[in-house]
C-alpha cells in the first residue's frame, strides 16, 4: 500500500481526549504530503525486488555451465553431513588468502604458482559449492546468503586480484586498475538485482568459473616459461602487464555498456 492510498486516520472518540496531531513531514515517495511515520519501515515498503531474494532470476549462461553444474550437484549429494554451507564458504575464503599469500611468495620462488592453483581450486569448491548445497538440503537462508555470498566474494576478488600485483609479473598499479573495473560489473550486477530482479553472473560466456580456469593455465605457462614473462616488451610493461590493462580496460567498458543499456530499457519503461 502506498502512502497515497492510506485510509484517513478515523476521528477520535469523545473518551480521548487527546487532540488528533495535524499531518506533518512529507512522503519520501512522488505521493506529496502524508503523515510521518515512527520506526523502521515494514516489509510491505520495501520493493518486491529487495525484499524478495529467493525470487531473484538468475542468468548464468556460462561455458563450463552444462559441466559444472552437473558436478555441483553430484558433489552436493555426497558431502557429509558435518559440511555445511557455512563450512564450504570459510574454504573459499582460505582459499583467497592462499592466493594472495602464493603469489607474493611467488617473488622468492616460481613453485609458488602451484599453491597458487590450488587455492583456485579450493575456492571454486567453497564458492561455488556452499549455495548449491543449502539449495540441495532446503535449508536456504536467502538475505543471509546472499549477503554473506556477495560480501565474501568482494574480499576473495581483492586478494586475488592484488595478490597478483604483489607477484613480479604484474605491476601494482594496473593491478589496481583491473580491480576497479571488475568492482565496477560486481556493482551493476548488485544493482540491477535490485532493480528488476535478474542476478547475472556472467557475460556473454564469462563467469568466475572461466575466469579462474584461465589464470590457473596463465599460471602454468609462467611456470614452464618464465623467462618470457619477465621481459618487458612495450615501454618496460611485462606480457602480464598488458593483458591486465586489456582486462581492465574490457571491464571497465562492459560496465559503461550495461549500465547504458539497462537505463535505457528502464527509462522506454517508464519505471
Not at 497515497?4 to 469523545?14: E, T
Not at 511515520?37 to 525486488?49: I, K, L
Not at 574480499?155 to 607477484?167: H, K, N, R, Y
Amino acid at each position: 500500500m502506498t502512502c497515497c492510498a492510506m485510509p484517513r486516520r478515523p476521528l477520535p472518540s469523545p473518551r480521548n481526549s487527546s487532540p488528533v496531531r495535524p499531518a506533518s513531514g512529507r512522503c519520501r515517495t512522488r505521493c506529496g504530503p502524508t503523515s510521518r511515520r515512527r520506526g523502521r519501515r515494514t516489509t510491505a515498503e520495501v520493493p518486491r525486488t529487495m525484499a524478495d531474494i529467493k525470487q531473484h532470476k538468475r542468468v548464468n549462461d556460462m561455458l563450463l555451465g552444462p559441466l559444472e553444474r552437473p558436478a555441483l550437484q553430484w558433489l552436493a549429494a555426497r558431502m557429509p553431513a558435518w559440511v555445511t554451507p557455512d563450512v564450504l564458504t570459510g574454504i573459499g575464503v582460505i582459499a583467497s588468502i592462499m592466493i594472495f599469500v602464493g603469489y607474493w611468495l611467488s617473488n622468492a620462488s616460481i613453485w609458488w604458482l602451484w599453491f597458487v592453483n590450488l587455492g583456485f581450486v579450493l575456492n571454486w569448491f567453497g564458492d561455488s559449492l556452499d549455495g548449491t548445497l543449502a539449495r540441495f538440503r532446503k535449508i536456504e537462508r536467502p538475505k543471509f546468503g546472499f549477503y554473506i555470498d556477495h560480501t565474501v566474494d568482494a574480499v576473495a576478488e581483492f586478494l586475488t586480484i592484488i595478490g597478483i600485483g604483489m607477484s613480479p609479473f604484474l605491476r601494482l598499479d594496473i593491478a589496481a586498475f583491473a580491480l576497479i573495473g571488475y568492482l565496477l560489473v560486481s556493482v551493476h550486477v548488485y544493482i540491477r538485482t535490485c532493480v528488476d530482479g535478474v542476478f547475472k553472473i556472467s557475460y556473454g560466456t564469462m563467469g568466475p568459473t572461466e575466469m579462474r580456469v584461465i589464470i590457473m593455465l596463465v599460471n602454468t605457462a609462467i611456470f614452464f616459461v618464465p623467462t618470457f614473462f619477465r621481459t618487458e616488451v612495450l615501454g618496460g610493461m611485462k606480457p602480464f602487464d598488458l593483458i591486465g590493462i586489456v582486462l581492465a580496460v574490457g571491464l571497465a567498458t562492459a560496465f559503461l555498456i550495461a549500465s547504458s543499456r539497462q537505463a535505457i530499457v528502464l527509462a522506454k519503461e517508464g519505471k
